[in-house]
């Protein structure tokens, strides 16, 4: 499975901007709506201050940080449900990643045509989700009327889905997002597979000008305050600041950051926001000469955490020994970490912990 958050929402809003400052591949990001029609995928270096830490003390050759994929999609608009604007193929886009960044427009600029004549952020950010919740609706009715046919012609398995989504359909009639379901629900397979729009993980990424970065504006109170009631996450960015950051030499990157009052990189904090949103973890591995950082979901055991590494290591797992990233900065080294005995030896089963140091020890 990828682990790639999709940038949502109306046209015209900053989403290749933001994409391009994240990627730096250089998307077109023009304004016109529907710039963007098929998805431009990056995968994006995640920002690290644990792996910068064990680079200065362990000095490897080769320092591989984890990735993850950004998806910039084509702006959805009122009506995408029923096909309207570039319509269903787009939510189809949606669909194949598995946590969103909706954008918010929270900028005004006359050269750059909205969607509606006024910019409302809240409205802007419902009509999104009225579509998402629209194509929900229709995705868990067309399985429904599937399913009944199924049970018709005698398929008993087909009972229990019926039971599920008529209980799903009755929640999405009533306005509520897939997410807000019980954990029971969204971990059944018929949701599984249906993979709905709204029972993605979502974050509201508030787009703002460069002279409201404390996003103080009344736009930005607007969308604050929706997110509230929403009970999502918010992010505030000026995407056109980032954008002309990343064009810059480094080192003139953080003084222009100061200058502006900005103490970490709005693209970092949005990567580590996209990260967290898909639940995922980092491990690190120490081989020979190369530091190496891996992705992994919340909750995994280590004999599989071993698979991504290679295979044969997960088939032939013997034990793994685990050091916490405190416990080796505090040594200082990976033999200092051995004579005071915080190195621990770890079973199959162990649960990989964020930060977690690991060597596995494997029969080929
Ligand atoms: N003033 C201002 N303009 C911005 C900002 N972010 C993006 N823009 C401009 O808005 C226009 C549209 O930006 P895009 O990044 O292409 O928007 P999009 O959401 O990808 O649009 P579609 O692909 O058409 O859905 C471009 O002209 C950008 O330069 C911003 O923070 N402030
Ligand atoms: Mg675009």
């Not at 702006?75 to 029923?82: F, P």
Request: glycine share 8%; aromatic share 6%.
């Amino acid at each position: 499975m990828g682990f790639s958050c999709g940038i949502i929402g109306l046209p015209n809003v900053g989403k290749s901007t933001i994409f391009n400052a994240l990627t730096t591949i250089g998307v077109p990001a023009e304004a016109f709506p529907f710039c963007t029609i098929e998805p431009n995928i990056g995968k994006v270096a995640v920002p690290d201050f644990r792996l910068t830490q064990l680079t200065e003390l362990l000095k490897p050759q080769k320092m591989t940080p984890t990735t993850m994929e950004f998806v910039d999609i084509a702006g959805l608009v009122k009506g995408a449900s029923r096909g309207e604007g570039l319509g269903n193929q787009f939510l189809g886009h949606i669909r194949s990643v598995q946590a969103l960044a909706h954008i918010v427009r929270c900028f005004n600029d006359a050269n750059v045509a909205h969607v509606t004549p006024e910019i409302h952020p809240a409205d802007d950010i419902e009509t999104i989700n009225i579509e998402l919740l629209l194509a929900d609706m229709d995705m868990v009715d067309r399985r429904l009327e599937k399913l009944k046919r199924m049970a018709k012609v005698g398929q008993k398995d087909a009972a229990n889905a019926i039971d599920i989504l008529t209980v799903v359909k009755e929640h999405l009639d009533r306005g509520y997002p897939g997410r807000k379901l019980s954990a029971e629900i969204i971990s059944s397979p018929v949701m599984q597979e249906l993979s709905l729009l709204t029972s993605k993980p979502v974050l509201y990424v508030l787009n703002v000008p460069e002279d409201d970065l404390a996003a103080d504006s009344q736009y930005a109170r607007e969308a604050r305050k929706k997110a509230e009631l929403d009970e999502t996450d918010t992010i505030v960015l000026s995407g056109k600041i980032e954008s002309e950051i990343v064009a810059l030499e480094s080192e003139e990157q953080s003084e222009y950051r100061r200058e502006l009052g900005l103490e970490a990189s709005g693209l970092d904090r949005l990567i580590h926001a996209g990260y967290k949103l898909l639940q995922l973890i980092t491990f690190y591995t120490t081989v020979g000469t190369e530091l190496r950082a891996w992705t992994l979901p919340i909750g995994t055991p280590i004999q599989k955490a071993a698979g991504k590494i290679h295979t044969d290591m997960e088939r032939g797992f013997i034990k793994a020994e685990v050091i916490r990233f405190d416990d080796f900065i505090k040594a200082g080294s990976e033999s200092k970490v051995r004579e005071s005995g915080s190195m621990r030896l770890e079973g199959r089963d162990y649960i990989v912990q964020d930060g977690d140091i690991i060597r596995i020890k494997f029969n080929v």
